[in-house]
């Protein structure tokens, strides 16, 4: 369920508001999607949105604060998943199709500036959210892979030893990020051809070398 501060209400979280007050969001972050699209990323301003929107400025002022907190929401919107990952027969090879298609979405000079959006708002709430997200879908493929007898490394392990680094070079480094290294990544806690193994307490098997 998304959450959203309320500046009114002294930062508190609460959940996604109903009635005219969902509709209020729904349209701002409609008419944020709409400029993006249509005009370009240096076109969203407050007015402008607003405007799109038919709503005031202060109501996006007294909702989200400021743009960046605005534009992080919609970040986590667009991020959260929209369905289960893909059963495709194994822990192994399910993870390299959810790699492929994060990859393929994210490396994109769009999908780079949802995640800066992501983490550029007045709080880290957003980040930890989609963070949630993740790991729910990591724990889907690691539920399946248990039902067929394997035992695949923990969600934890994934988060730190195989996405971690995506992100890291994806949002810091600005690097290109190729789905052999993701492979790679993923082969440093299930060997190709090996039955999922992985360590419960989230520690690398063998040494801790670098994957180039």
């Known amino acids: 369920m998304t959450r959203e501060e309320d500046p009114v209400a002294g930062g508190r979280k609460g959940p996604r508001p109903g009635g005219r007050s969902a509709r209020v969001q729904a349209a701002v972050h409609q008419a944020v999607r709409d ?21 005031t400025p202060s109501t996006i002022y007294r909702r989200w604060g400021d743009l960046s907190q605005l534009l992080s929401d919609v970040a986590l919107e667009r991020l959260r998943p929209d369905g289960a990952p893909a059963d495709t027969g194994s822990f192994r090879s399910d993870m390299e199709a959810w790699l492929a298609q994060y990859i393929d979405e994210m490396s994109s000079a769009f999908g780079r500036s949802v995640l800066r959006d992501l983490v550029g708002g007045q709080t880290s709430a957003n980040a ?85």
């Open 35 to 55: 400029i993006q699209r249509e005009a370009g990323r240096e076109e969203l301003t407050v007015p402008a949105i607003a405007a799109r929107a038919g709503v």
């Open 128 to 212: 930890g959210e989609c963070a949630c997200a993740l790991r729910e879908q990591f724990e889907v493929i690691r539920e399946r892979a248990a039902r067929r007898g394997e035992s695949p490394p923990d969600s934890e392990a994934l988060m730190d030893h195989v996405f971690a680094p995506l992100v890291y070079r994806l949002l810091f480094a600005g690097e290109d990020v190729s789905f052999g290294f993701a492979q790679g990544l993923l082969e440093r806690l299930v060997p190709a051809g090996e039955a999922p193994h992985g360590p419960k307490d989230g520690s690398l098997p063998g040494n801790s070398a670098r994957v180039s």
